[in-house]
């Protein structure tokens, strides 16, 4: 096994015993579960490591996501909850682990991509977002000035202007219930890992029919079958 691999490995693992260790629903997502089953390891060319997580409510659990972000922390990584996902970033390796909310009979999501944020993308995220940082840059002053109910009520009306203006791109995700349903355990570098039951037919709705073809030139804001 690579070097990377294993580093990988042993990085997973840990992450997922803080998922488990706080009773939550995760799974292999994206990327990492196309090459844990496809290629039975990592896709050489990915550069972060995907969970998803469906037994979360962001709006009332709160509290749970700063336990998991300040569990995280205590790994070595910094750790930050921002819109949908806890993004975690260390040497060489970074987790994007995204909540997916219930919404009659579909799971929603999104992908939000941005580089330098300009003056109207702060202000949307702002109005839009909750966040809570630990090991970031200016995490404290951000952490407070995110927690600020003020601001979020003053810029809400604006949101769909401050968007227009900004550069992030923004897609919505909408995933069938029935994906999310019921999970099993597949062994990965020989560890076991949540993945969803009907693996195959999740990947063949996200990748199209040639799932099973690696396109190193894909791109997950406009090719993912899961966009709305």
Known sequence: MKNKEEYWSDELDKVCNVLSNQNVKWFLDHGTLLGAIRD????PWDNDIDLGVV???LSLDLIRIKTL???FYKLGYSSKYFGDSIYLFKEN???GIK???KNEFNFKG???KYEKYNFFSVLYFLATYCFFEKGGKMSFFKNILYSIKLIKIILKPFKKIL???SNIELVELSIHEKYFKHFKKICFYEKYYNVPKDDIEYLRFKYGENWNVPIKE???LLDDGAIK
Request: proline letters at 0%; charged letters at 15%; hydrophobic letters at 50%.
């Open 40 to 43: 039975e390891k990592f896709i």
């Open 69 to 71: 972000v300040n569990d």
């Open 93 to 95: 390796i970074e987790f």
């Open 55 to 57: 037994n979360i409510n």
């Open 110 to 112: 999104a992908f939000i």
């Open 99 to 101: 909540f997916y909310q």
């Open 163 to 165: 968007l227009a203006h």
């Open 218 to 220: 894909y791109n997950y």
